[in-house]
């Protein structure tokens, strides 16, 4: 910028390159590359670009002058896997590589004239690029980045510890630093990549930015929701003349829960134990077993519930026995009319003691039509590693139905979920009972503050509240969350919970799970 004068530019416009200009830029090129005699598009290949894909070919007039060019095509990736040279990935220099139905903008060419670098010019093309994939609908960008400064090490440095050095800011690469700080990261290295380039000893990076927005073409006809709205059911314990009476008041929270829209009804853990109170005369276990009795009717009416009522519903949790062992179960009825169950990990030494309820076996994440799910039940959720696991699965959002009877322990289930959204950067819904069931053995009493948190971010509340509930009153918490926020915050929150982990030091890892 030392020979230019910034009070003299007037206009600085971004345009698509047409063919008239093309003298213009040939001179623009060999201003820019007068270390590479030669080194300049021929005006039939420009042509070529022009005609195949117009909107990637634009350059920066500065006064009407072009300063700075960038060129690009579309190319199916996988034709592109593994090692390739740059007269192949652009077809010879004829661009038959370009294919419409193509997954990856691939750039050929970024220039800027010398007198016109340090205006952050590449930044502008680059954000250009980016916009161009969004809108199109591509799964990122891609392309060889030449590291001009590597000659001078290379008697002493393999090109990935070059890498790794510019990463580490030991050794100054003004290209190769510009395109990790505008997000790019280094896929792999390419060999004898660009014929004739001595500089970077005719190696190449690989540089490829992700489309957090990407959405991958399906065949059927599934349209997954962006913006998701959740129900959640604080439920009252109270005294039941039976199975009916119960499912009617389930059925009305459904009913109201769909009345507003809602994608999902979050129901609490054992929301059917007032059922017990018809077996007082025998031990708390054998009350429990008789629970479980009720486990598969209430199963089959919560599907039916969630096809009438066009909402998928996670139905809390239940005592079931399976194979003469007792299990905390629940069941995700989703409203296309499928059912899968998930189990309590981690059942309490109360549960295990009184009860006699055998921990499960089965760590997963579900598919809906509001996207991926995670199911942890109450203990469960102060149990980090179950969590992770399922973060790096896909999940989206955790739900977690539980049962509290004082307030610390209502705590430690609030402030581990909140843990939860945080670290694994997603929503957290958390569903408990209130009240009192003075008739039930061990049931007691019970406290809640239903909510939904997230994770704490610019574009979420500041202190990762979304939705509460008053404490200890029967109602319905009903709350929007956007997946697309969580994908910002993948690729550019404040900090990368995900992103940053030091997997070379550790590792959270699901062991093979028992069929």
Sequence with gaps: MSDLNRSKIENLNLEFLQLKDYEELKHAMIDSYNNLPDSYWREEQIKTLCEKFPEGQVVLKVNE??????????????????????EEVTGNYKFTTHDNDGDVLYGIEVFIKPQYRGMRLGRRLYDYRKELCENLNLRGIAFGGRIPNYHNHAKDLTPKQYIEKVRNKEITDSVLNFQLSNDFHVSRVLKNYLDGD??????AV???WDNIYYTKPITETVALKSTVRLGIVQWQMRPYSGFEELMQQVEYFVDSLAAYRADFALFPEYFNAPLMAAYN?????????ELAKYTAMIRERFSELSIKYN?????????????????????????????E?????????????????????????????????GILICYDSEFPELSRIMAKDGMQILFVPFLTDTQNAFARVKLCCQARAVENECYVAIAGSVGNLPAVENMDISYAQSAVFTPCDFAFPSNGIKAEATANT??????????????????????????????????VIKKKQEL
């Design 474 to 507: 029967e109602m319905i918490l009903v709350a929007d969350v956007n997946l697309d926020l969580l994908k910002e915050l993948h690729s550019h929150g404040a900090v990368k919970n995900l992103k940053d982990r030091r997997t070379d030091l550790y590792e």
């Design 65 to 86: 002058e072009i300063v700075a060019c960038a060129l690009s095509i579309v190319v199916k990736y996988e034709d592109f896997s593994g090692q390739y040279t740059y």
């Design 281 to 289: 005369d025998l031990s708390v276990s054998q009350a429990i077993r």
């Design 341 to 373: 169950g998930y189990e309590k990990i981690h059942v309490t030494p109360d549960e295990q003691k009184i009860w006699g309820l055998q921990g499960g076996k089965k760590i997963q994440t579900f598919d809906t039509d509001c996207g991926k799910i």
């Design 198 to 203: 001595k500089a970077s000893m005719e190696f």
């Design 206 to 208: 690989l540089l490829e």
């Design 311 to 339: 909402i998928n519903i996670i139905t809390g949790s239940m005592p079931e026995i399976i194979d003469g062992q007792l299990y905390n179960i629940g069941n995700l009825c989703r409203r296309d009319g499928t059912i």
